[in-house]
């Protein structure tokens, strides 16, 4: 399953269907959307987006990059916006590239909170179950999206992934696969900054965050959540209010 071709500007835009999910079965195309920022659409890939039913989008994005990037009118969709990241203050975090070009103990301190922060961002995520109340009231075909789909929007999939059963392995190469999009960005930056990576391999590291993904993040989200829950299960359980049944009966309609 690779990125769709159909999006060669976008942001990194995929459908969820066709992963292996629950009992064999596979998550069904045409339900769950990811995306960057719809702002980037050109006009012949807007037509398509309009083409593919979607009836939902949630902007993960914080107000501020919401309202300097806002996405297109799309007739008969309905937007609703909350920050992916919330600090336990309240305050809105930032998560786009902007600001991540540190070196020394100042990239360390970075890279350290920005761990922490993609370890956190399961929990007590209002974003997050806000986007499960949609779906479990059916509120369908949904796109998620934040500013380059891949950090925001990429652990939300994996959490909709875990409710779909989708094994650990396909979700750990669903987020990994955000990288095939940066690539080209991603190696132009090492060539460029080489001599200054060298010299600061910190710096290399913030270069991925910012441009690409590192497969070790999502590694360290579900290491989180067993951590804190034990099992996928009672982390759904815990945060989305989900019983064996009620889990059951929402892989059954989003997997065939």
Request: aromatic letters at 10%; hydrophobic letters at 40%; charged letters at 25%.
């Amino acid at each position: 399953m690779s990125i769709d071709p159909r999006f060669p500007d976008s942001f990194n835009f995929r459908d969820l269907g066709g992963l292996p999910a629950w009992k064999g079965r596979q998550v069904r195309p045409g339900i769950f959307y990811r995306s960057g920022a719809l702002s980037r659409l050109n006009e012949q890939e807007l037509q398509t987006l309009q083409s593919l039913g979607i009836r939902y989008v949630l902007d993960l994005r914080t107000s501020g990059e919401t309202a300097a990037h806002p996405d297109p009118v799309l007739p008969g969709v309905t937007f609703l916006q909350h920050s992916g990241l919330v600090s336990q203050g309240g305050q809105e975090i930032d998560f786009s590239p902007a600001g991540m070009r540190k070196v020394g103990q100042e990239g360390r301190d970075l890279l350290a909170k920005l761990r922490s922060y993609y370890r956190q961002m399961p929990f007590d995520n209002e974003a997050f179950r806000l986007f499960f109340r949609q779906v479990r009231q059916d509120h369908v075909p949904i796109l998620s999206h934040c500013a380059t789909g891949k950090d925001r929007t990429g652990v939300l999939a994996i959490l909709l992934e875990l409710a779909l059963g989708v094994p650990e392995d396909a979700v750990l190469a669903d987020y990994a696969r955000s990288q095939d999009f940066f690539a080209a960005d991603l190696a132009q930056a090492f060539t460029r900054h080489q001599d200054e990576i060298a010299a600061h391999p910190e710096l290399g590291q913030l270069y991925t965050m910012r441009l690409s993904v590192n497969p070790d993040t999502a590694v360290q989200v579900l290491q989180e959540i067993r951590s804190r829950c034990g099992s996928p299960e009672a982390f759904l359980a815990q945060e989305y209010g989900f019983t064996e049944e009620s889990l059951t009966a929402f892989r059954q309609r989003f997997t065939r």
